[in-house]
């Protein structure tokens, strides 16, 4: 803590996606609209999934959590980022940067364990059908998403307890929209090799291990519908071609980014990008939009709450009220 007191930085400046004042009042129209649909589209799918009866299942229960960790992941920078194209002084206190660092790490870990809870799920529905409803209990799932949470609290303590306590004490710009830890640990005023090995460590294991695991999972499913029939290896070949799209351009920049810290390039800024915003919108899409059972249920709330009501429909208070 005596190190953290030593900072004399009291806030980091960010120098965001561009300087050019044209592109930037684009950003702020573009980045407005794709926050409120991330919002929105998740925020559909959590009361379509809670609120039909039909979709009480394990892999919709994982869906509705993956869409809550998404609605956070995108909420942690983006709106700042939004504010910022329309501010010349892009700035943000110290607390506010290690809270991004936080936040950043704890849904993004938490993420990662989820879409492999997800990945089993799958793997169990298609590979263990019998035992389905056995494995994916609710205690199962309940287990996975605790287990998710943890792994994201874990790991986001440790990346942080290396970044706390560095020293901070002239440099203070941050190439990148919101406070990435590659970026703010060579700010520090000492040699951070040591802390870039840490951070190498600590996100290749996670990051590395989940995509391994979600990389064999999709191979034990399509080996299995292999040996069954052709036209089932082409419909689990359709879905996970899609899944596996949206899992590379989650982890790729990922990968890219933590696991090779020690050179930053302007490219990093773009790969954030996929994994803070494009992936917050393509997870309902892949996981929604291909589901004929979610439309259906979508289509059926939507059309209860904005169809008009008839008056037998309307609660009895109501109807008083009108006469």
């Known amino acids: 803590m005596d190190k953290v007191n030593s900072s004399v930085v009291s806030e980091f400046v960010l120098l965001g996606l561009s300087s050019s004042q044209e592109l930037q009042l684009f950003f702020f129209v573009f980045f407005s ?19 039909d009866n039909s979709l009480h299942s394990p892999m919709y229960f994982l869906l509705g959590n993956l869409s809550f960790v998404d609605i956070c992941q995108a909420s942690f920078a983006t709106p700042k980022m939004i504010v910022d194209f329309l501010s010349e002084h892009k700035t943000i206190s110290f607390n506010g940067c290690i809270a991004q660092i936080f936040f950043i790490h704890l849904f993004t870990g938490g993420e990662m364990v989820l879409l492999v809870s997800m990945a089993y799920d799958r793997y169990v529905a298609i590979c263990k059908p019998l035992h389905y409803v056995v494995i994916m209990s609710q205690r199962t799932c309940t287990v996975l998403v605790i287990v998710s949470w943890a792994v994201g609290l874990v790991h986001t303590l440790s990346q942080l307890s290396f970044t706390v306590t560095l020293p901070f004490c002239g440099p203070n710009v941050v190439d990148s929209f919101f406070c990435d830890l590659p970026r703010v640990t060579k700010l520090a005023c000492l040699d951070s090799y040591i802390i870039e090995i840490l951070i190498v460590v600590n996100s290749g294991i996670l990051s590395v291990s989940t995509f391994s695991l979600l990389v064999g999972s999709y191979i034990i499913i399509l080996v299995t519908v ?86 037998s429909e309307i609660p009895l208070a109501v109807r008083s009220s009108l006469y």
């Not at 790729?252 to 810290?261: E, K, L, Q, R």
């Open 226 to 311: 292999w040996f069954k029939s052709s036209a089932a290896m082409a419909k689990a070949f359709s879905t996970l071609a899609a899944h596996i799209t949206v899992v590379i351009l989650f982890f790729g920049p990922c990968i890219f980014i933590y696991v090779w810290p020690f050179t930053t390039y302007p490219v990093d800024k773009l790969l954030a990008i996929f994994y803070t915003v494009f992936t917050p919108i393509l997870n309902p899409i892949i996981y929604t939009l291909r589901n004929r059972d979610m439309k259906a249920a979508m289509r059926n709330i939507m059309t209860y709450y904005l169809r008009p009501k008839k008056i």
């Open 33 to 51: 609209v794709l926050y409120v649909i991330i919002v929105l589209g998740n925020l559909l799918i959590i009361i379509t999934v809670t609120s």
